[in-house]
C-alpha cells in the first residue's frame, strides 16, 4: 500500500462520522481525471515540473507547496504573470501563501467562486476532487478562451458556454421601460385610489 502523502503525516486517525464524511470526499477523487491534469499540467508548464507518484497522495504532494499550480496559472497568462514570486520552500505559511496567490490568479483569469478549492483541501489533503474540479475548471476556461495559451488536448476539457451578450437600440430600451411600466401600473393614469391596503395601524 502507498504510503501517506506529507499533507496526512500530522493528522491523527479520523474516527466516527469524520471519518464517514472523510470517506464520502475521497470517493469524489478521479483517478482517470487525475491523469489527464497531470498531463495537462506537465504538457502547460514543461519539463521542470515533472510527474508525480501515481495515485491521490502523489497528487497532492506535487501541489502541496503551491510551486506547480503558480506554474500552471502563470502559462494561461499572455502579458504580465499574476504570480510574481514561485519559490519552492518546506515553510507551511510560505507553501500555503502560494497556494492562494494561485487562487487569486485563476479567480482573475475567470474561475467562479463555486469552482475553488480552499487553501486546506489541498494542504491537508481533506478534499483533493475539490481541487481537481478547481483545475478541471480553469482547463475548460483556458480552452474556452483560445487566447493560443492551451496547451492539451482538444478533448480533455469541455468548452464553458459563452455569455450571451445583446445589444439594445435606444428605441428598443424605451419601449422595454414602457412595458415594464405598464406592468406596474406606474403610467396611462393607474393609481392606487380605490385600493383597500386594510386597516391602518393605530398608534396610542
Not at 478521479?30 to 495537462?40: A, F, G, M, R, S
Not at 475539490?130 to 492539451?152: H, I
Not at 428605441?171 to 406592468?183: C, E, F, R, W
Request: hydrophobic share 35%; glycine share 10%.
Amino acid at each position: 500500500m502507498a504510503t501517506k502523502g506529507v499533507g496526512m503525516a500530522n493528522k491523527g486517525p479520523a474516527f466516527g462520522m469524520s471519518r464517514h464524511v472523510q470517506d464520502k470526499i475521497d470517493s469524489k477523487y478521479d483517478t482517470e481525471l487525475e491523469q489527464i491534469l497531470v498531463e495537462w499540467i506537465s504538457r502547460q508548464c514543461g519539463a521542470s515540473v515533472g510527474k508525480p507518484d501515481p495515485g491521490k497522495m502523489g497528487f497532492q504532494a506535487w501541489l502541496k507547496d503551491g510551486c506547480v499550480l503558480s506554474e500552471l496559472i502563470n502559462s494561461l497568462f499572455t502579458g504580465d504573470k499574476p504570480v510574481k514570486k514561485i519559490q519552492s520552500s518546506t515553510a507551511a505559511f510560505k507553501q500555503m501563501e502560494q497556494i492562494s496567490q494561485f487562487l487569486n490568479a485563476s479567480e482573475k483569469y475567470g474561475v467562479t467562486k463555486t469552482d475553488m478549492f480552499q487553501t486546506v483541501d489541498l494542504w491537508e489533503g481533506k478534499d483533493l476532487a475539490a481541487v481537481q474540479r478547481t483545475l478541471s475548471a480553469l482547463g475548460s476556461l483556458a480552452f474556452t478562451k483560445d487566447e493560443g495559451t492551451y496547451n492539451g488536448d482538444p478533448n480533455w476539457f469541455f468548452k464553458k458556454s459563452q455569455e450571451n451578450k445583446r445589444d439594445f437600440s435606444d428605441d428598443q430600451m424605451k419601449a422595454g421601460k414602457n412595458v415594464i411600466g405598464l406592468q406596474m401600473g406606474s403610467n396611462k393614469g393607474a393609481s392606487q385610489e380605490g385600493m383597500s391596503y386594510g386597516r391602518s395601524r393605530q398608534i396610542l
